[in-house]
């Protein structure tokens, strides 16, 4: 389980994080929503040690973050994290020479999935498949938890489609998966729990299913109440 | 260990290229100016015995034989060496800068991997070492090649040798390649440190952006002010400190400053940096 | 393994290539160039404890050698760590260093800075060489006394107003005896001249008595006058100094003319300053006036003959200058080394058949060693050696 307590964040003189706490389970695929700017890539670098909090704490099962707590959670931002002199199969060599959890054999299958060349250089991809690259540069690691920043924005609709069917897949099951979006509707089908984000603070966290069966809104529903 | 070492090859690599270029342009300068220099001279001489009809032991009583200095005192020879190092001083700080810049944000990559994230630092401060020592080899290789084509070109009348030994007369070369070995490890050691300094100095303003600029600078005038305070200290109180004295405050205050670089460095890359 | 062979490369070009070339230096400063002293005649163990100081120049290298009686021949090369030191040849001061460390820590490393007798070791020196220090403001002699026996050390200044403002003020020389010491230091004005003064120092009450001005010389527009101070600089006691001063006027084409030139000497023990007179033949050749222990020497060379004129300062008389036949065949019309010490005449020519190396005895004027310095294994067989300094070394 992913803790997040209480976190802090000054950015000059703007409060991103306000006494920001929320959770993420194994098994779960949990949503931040929220506006534009409100600070969701923020937190998510701040789980990954990628930026500073002023104060509060972030637990991964229950530990601090470590170096090589890197082989059980990783990072899928919406910028390339490769070299773009790289070639594909570059990437893949550069990551099973380092991780102990890179999974070769599931990097060559959802590259064939992807439809994409081993050999195609990363800075010649268009965005929709230099997405997909980065999916498989975070999914094709054993790792108990993914976190997505944005894993849809800026993708034309059939890439979409592929990306959503990973979701869906065994490739998903049983990690704990955080993501990121300001498009809800392209993700409301496929995430367990929401966590709506306002003003540095957690204004709401619930689960989907939950709220459908007990109260028969949906998490745009929801958001309305508690945006206006 | 072995993280480190993956890195500090994949530093290598990524720059390897660049490098090879500059390597070929040393060589290609250095050698066109020794053919240059040497004919040139031979030219020159040549003409001035066919004008005056001088025989070659007249000529030589009059004028003094030349030597390989002369090659070593021209710019075909001295431009590369300031080249490479102006090179290498810009890739100080572009080794780091490039990976937030351009079109690769590689450092998330960098500060995701399994290893503790000073063996980033380590890596970027070898690789530098590696290919500034590289060019001290490869001119090393390149002196005798140099001079064998020298002596091939100037007739033994005319020349005088210069061996190596000599080179000391040569103000750069006193400083690339000093007297002794201990001397060697002593410069380019305390090279490394004004690295690591500078190396530490980028991580604070990437840290702490527009305040980090400040402090990097304050950091680093700190840092080299108590780094050559031995230095400082007996050139004021001349000689009130013997040599062995001064070199073991040197080494004390290289510790410190050293040891401060990797440490600030470390609780920067663990708990400050921003991407 | 493949993708780690540009690294291993590199590694092992850098090991290899950096530790060749400091094994190459260091055979090569063994080898490349050596000289030794070869006897010709007379006793060898004159050049037991010699060194000599030379500068060797052949086509475009130059080295400073060391040369002694052991065929090595060490080199000595500045490096940047050397440069820590002061860059003024230490090698006299190695006993003071390795005997009294402490008490030579930041001394002003000139011979005659320093006074030595069985008991004490002074020295003196006005800090930073009296560097500009303004007139009306103090001027200050720093004295450090050091017992020999019991290694204690006492360190006091003393001072005086500046009546003008100095560029510079140099020790010359420091006497001491009957509880006082004598600073002699010559002081150059900020707006020209020179000054010779001579400053009296109570030891037990730490205070300067006198400071007497021997000798005042300015420049105006026509004139300049000089002063030169001729010291011993191979003893620490000295009793004697001599001092010249010369007038100089003006020329509008060409160097200024000589006036006049006067020779003074003074005696430390008694404060006697009197002047002295020298032979006329000998009065172009007096700035190579030497002094030593109570004697003065002009050596006057002539094309194959040193002639060594002496003055006996206690019997007050020009003695028989010595004759000492040199070689007839000398190179490049170089001057000949000539180095007076230890009761023994040095000297050294280069000529036709070789460096040519003879020691002589003082007194007498007879030939002591005659040898020979030879090149033992070197490069180019054309080569200048030119021969700066002997000293002697303590094994």
Known sequence: MIEVNNIQKKYGKKQILNGLSFTAKKGEITCLIGVNGVGKTTIMKAIMALTPIDSGEILIDGQKIRHDSFEKITFIPDTTTMLPTMKICDAFEFMADFYKSWNSQRAEDLLRFFKLESTNRIGNLSKGSLAKVNMILGLALDVEYVLMDEPFSGIDIFSREQIAEVFTSHLIEGRGVILTTHEISDVEHLIDRAVLIDDGKVIKQFSVEDIRENEGKSVVDVMREVYR | MKSYLKLVNFEINRFFKLYLIIMALTVVSQIMGTIIVSKGNMNYINQVIYENQLSVSQYIEENRPFSFQRVVYSEWFTMPIFFCMALLMIYVFFIWYREWFGKNTFIYRLLMLPAERITIYFSKLTAIMLFVLGLITLQIILVPIETFIFNRIVPAEFRTSYPLIDFYSVEIWRWLYPNTIIEFILMYGIGLIVVAIIFTAILLERSYGLKGIFSAVAYSVLSFGILVAPVILSSIYTSYFYPSEILLMELVTSIIVLGSAFWIANQLLKYKIRV | ?395
């Open chain 3, 1 to 395: 393994m493949k993708k780690y062979s540009i690294m291993i490369i590199i590694c092992f070009a850098i090991i290899t290539a950096i530790s060749s070339y400091y094994i190459q230096l260091a055979i090569a400063s063994k080898n490349a160039v050596s000289f030794t002293i070869e006897t010709t005649s007379g006793d060898k163990k004159e050049i037991d404890n010699l060194m000599l100081q030379a500068s060797y120049q052949s086509g475009d290298s130059h080295r400073q050698l060391y040369i002694t009686k052991d065929a090595a021949t060490l080199q000595k090369r500045r490096s940047i760590i050397s440069n820590l030191n002061t860059p003024y040849e230490i090698s006299k001061y190695q006993q003071y260093f390795q005997e009294h460390r402490n008490f030579m820590r930041g001394k002003y490393l000139s011979p005659g800075n320093f006074f030595e007798d069985d008991v004490r070791i002074i020295h003196t020196t006005a800090p930073g060489n009296g560097e500009n220090v303004l007139k009306g403001n103090l001027l200050t002699m720093d004295i450090s006394i050091l017992d020999k026996k019991s290694n204690d050390s006492l360190s006091f200044d003393v001072s005086t107003t500046a009546q003008v403002s100095y560029n510079f003020l140099l020790v010359n020389n420091v006497y001491a005896d009957n509880g006082e010491i004598k600073i002699l230091a010559t002081g150059y004005p900020s707006n020209g001249g020179s000054e010779l003064h001579l400053y009296t120092v109570d030891v037990n009450k730490k205070t300067l008595l006198y400071d007497a001005l021997l000798a005042k010389e300015a420049s105006d527009v026509d004139t300049n006058s000089t002063i030169k101070t001729f010291t011993d600089d191979n003893k620490y006691q000295k009793d004697y100094f001599v001092y010249m001063i010369d007038k100089y006027k003006r020329q509008e084409e060409g160097a200024p003319k000589l006036i006049s030139s006067q020779l003074y000497l003074y005696n430390n023990k008694n404060n006697e300053n009197e002047k002295l007179t020298i032979p006329e033949e000998l009065a172009p050749k007096v700035d190579s006036l030497l002094l030593q222990g109570s004697e003065i020497f002009i050596p006057v060379f002539s094309a194959d003959d040193l002639q060594l004129n002496r003055y006996n300062i206690e019997k007050k008389q020009w003695e028989k200058p010595l004759h000492i036949q040199l070689a007839s065949d000398v190179l490049n019309e170089m001057v000949p080394f000539l180095q007076i010490a230890n009761d023994k005449i040095y000297i050294s020519e280069s000529t036709t058949g070789g460096h040519l190396f003879f020691i002589y005895d003082l007194r007498t004027g007879k030939s002591l060693y005659e040898g020979q310095i030879k090149q033992e294994n070197g490069e180019n067989a054309d080569y200048t050696l030119c021969i700066e300094l002997l000293t002697e070394i303590t094994h």
